[in-house]
């Protein structure tokens, strides 16, 4: 429980730091972005929506540096993440509430998937150490290594373009369907997530396929496995006693990789023109909508930090050392 | 030495570094055309590969080797900064942490902590966003930003292997010799830390190509300056996958270079942990070399097989 604590107490300190991160940033760096945005603004928006954004970017206020940080926490803790400069007067609260459920559904079966395969495969490769499996890995390095968007573009060419298997972009056909839980409706969703799941499995599961075969094989040296083999088990409970051992790297490596999936995800969904977070992050760059892409960065941060304590748990459950210890 | 070139990981991967770092330096020198020069006004579809331009041509009739060979450089450039300079605070920050202990330990693992779990592509998007394409950073800027999002791994890794070498007699011994604490860091333990410092490195400088075209590609860095990275970005942009014909010689050189690239540091890292590391090897026992040397093809356990190649011998 210990150990869960302090995971909690470091989660809550990030998730500080990205705020007080966010509030300064456009205060400090050069050029005054914040003079820009508003530059953009009074062209295009009601006075009202300038006002707001006065005060988000503390322009023209009479109050301090430290009073303009605590009204930007009461309005965060409000829920409160400002105005879309593009799509006024949508806040960006709203816009990221109609994304998220896209990139978080896409994301985290992709992730699971590729997780347990991974797994799976690593455990295969360290047990056959020698075998066809060991020549797999260079070519799981390069899909590693390749960006995302990379893998994207290629499964886009061939299996949409080329082939015409799934369809080439968005999370549905906009243009026949509605929204609903009809079958139709979820059968159409399932078909436009296939690609992207795809590129997100295929480029995120090398690290856990290295990360398992490479524990697995000093697992496999261990007494106990040796111990096991020795009194007759069947080959496939031996495995299962060494694969459990060897998982638990595995899943405190998790931490460190949900991060670099999610910034992958985001790159993928751009690539498919999908409607989640990645997609109004880059419509957002693409027309400096500032607010917004401030407010994704901190709902992306809690999201990975939550992600992060789940799986805190998890190492919590399988581990019992970490439980003992309190 | 020798031992490190005989590993085949490490010899492919050397082979595709240098290859890359050959064509940082010389790539825009013996690029064919002008990157951004056009060569007709007048069509409007990007052309297949001929023998005017070998990899073909962009939507605007720009050549897809030229914009190749010229965007390597600042690709490279970046990366290699952002490794040199995250591997330097990964060290300051790594060896600092294990040796001192106490609070100074708390402090610098919890600043490493918050760097490790602080989403890094949002972070940069947000700085690079607010400082403006106008702005325009240069490639030794743009390096040290990345660092400062990817150093903490490192450090991390650098702090757990210095705790272990705290307690071991040659540190007992400097310190009674009276060494300040920063020559025992530098000069009794650092050296000691090679193998992790350099996968450290190319870790980092992988982690650089991929988050510098990454941003590229989402046109947040200037569009107009040329690495793979703003290649992609134009030929998304285009809809070079998309389209009846796929221009693939458009998308695939910037990609396959990126992942090449990537994949020759991550063999050299490879190589090196297999050489901390010799379970990890598989060098030369391939399925059909163990059989012919008589070695079970079942899996002995407590046991790691080696093959005594006849060269070795």
């Not at chain 1, 430290?66 to 007067?89: D, R």
């Not at chain 2, 396959?256 to 901390?276: K, P, Q, R």
Request: proline share 5%; glycine share 10%; aromatic share 10%.
């Amino acid at each position: 429980m210990r150990l869960i604590l302090r995971r909690i107490a470091l989660y809550v300190v990030t998730a500080v730091v990205a705020i007080t991160i966010n509030f300064f940033l456009p205060r400090l760096l050069p050029g005054n972005p914040a003079l820009a945005v508003l530059g953009k603004a009074q062209s295009a928006e009601s006075p009202q929506a300038v006002a707001a954004l006065e005060v988000q970017y503390g322009v023209q206020t009479k109050t301090g540096e430290w009073g303009q940080y605590v009204q930007y926490w009461v309005h965060l803790l409000h829920g409160n993440l400002g105005t879309s400069l593009n799509a006024y007067p949508a806040s960006v609260g709203s816009l990221i509430r109609a994304a998220l459920p896209w990139t978080l559904g896409l994301v985290g079966t992709a992730t699971v998937i590729s997780f347990v395969l991974g797994t799976l495969i690593g455990v295969a490769a360290a047990w056959r150490r020698g075998s066809w499996l060991d020549n797999v890995l260079p070519v799981m390095t390069f899909f590693q290594a390749a960006p995302y968007f990379f893998v994207a573009i290629l499964a886009v060419a061939l299996f949409a373009t080329k082939l015409g298997w799934f369809p080439a972009s968005q999370g549905y056909d906009t243009a026949t369907l509605n929204p609903g839980f009809t079958w139709a409706f979820i059968a159409n969703v399932l078909d436009h997530a296939v690609l992207p799941a795809l590129t997100i499995v295929l480029a995120s599961a090398a690290g856990w396929i290295l990360g398992m075969r490479n524990m697995m094989i000093t697992t496999i040296d261990e007494d106990y496995v040796l111990l096991a083999q020795a009194e007759g088990l069947p080959r496939r409970k031996v495995i299962g006693y060494a694969a459990r051992n060897a998982l638990l790297p595995n899943v405190s490596g998790f931490s460190l990789a949900i991060g670099f999936i999610v910034s992958g995800a985001l790159l993928t969904e751009i690539v498919f023109s999908y409607p989640g977070i990645g997609y109004l992050l880059f419509n957002s760059i693409g027309s400096d909508d500032y607010p917004v892409l401030q407010g994704i960065f901190l709902i992306i941060t809690i999201a990975v930090l939550l992600a992060n304590l789940l799986a805190d748990f998890t190492y919590a459950l399988l581990d019992p050392r970490t439980r003992q210890e309190a | 030495m020798r031992r490190l070139l005989r590993s085949p990981k490490i010899v492919t991967g050397l082979c595709l570094t240098v290859a890359f770092l050959i064509l940082a330096i010389v790539g825009p020198l013996v690029a064919p055309y002008n990157p951004n020069s056009s060569a007709s006004t007048t069509i409007g579809i990007a052309q297949p590969p001929s023998a005017a331009h070998l990899l073909g041509t962009t939507q605007t009739q720009q050549d897809v080797l030229s914009q190749l060979l010229a965007g390597g450089r600042s690709t490279i450039l970046v990366s290699l900064v952002a490794g040199v300079a995250a591997t330097v605070l990964a060290v300051g920050f790594g060896v600092a942490a294990g040796y001192l202990g106490g609070w100074a330990d708390d402090l610098l693992s919890m600043l490493a902590n918050i760097f490790l779990v602080l989403p890094a592509l949002p972070l940069l998007i947000v700085i690079f966003g607010l400082l403006g394409r106008s702005n325009n950073p240069n490639d030794l800027l743009i390096g040290f930003i990345i660092a400062v999002t990817g150093w903490a791994f490192g450090a991390r890794q650098l702090r757990a292997e210095t705790l272990t070498m705290r307690a071991r007699d040659f540190i007992d011994s400097a310190k009674i010799i009276g060494e300040r604490s920063w020559r025992i860091m530098v000069f009794e333990i650092l050296p000691n830390l090679v193998p992790i410092v350099a996968t450290s490195f190319l870790f980092t400088v992988i982690y650089g190509v991929g988050t510098f075209t990454a941003l590229s590609f989402l046109g947040v860095i200037n569009t107009s300056q040329w690495s793979w990275g703003t290649m992609l970005y134009w030929a998304q942009n285009a809809q070079a996958a998309q389209d009846v014909h796929i221009q693939w010689w458009w998308f695939l050189p910037p990609g396959l270079a990126v992942g090449l690239f990537g994949t020759g540091l991550a063999l050299l890292n490879f190589g090196i942990d297999e050489y901390v590391n010799p379970r990890l090897r598989t060098a030369g026992i391939t399925g059909r070399r163990a059989r012919k040397a008589g070695l079970p093809r079942r899996p002995q356990h407590g046991l790691t097989p080696v093959l005594r190649s006849p060269e070795a011998a």
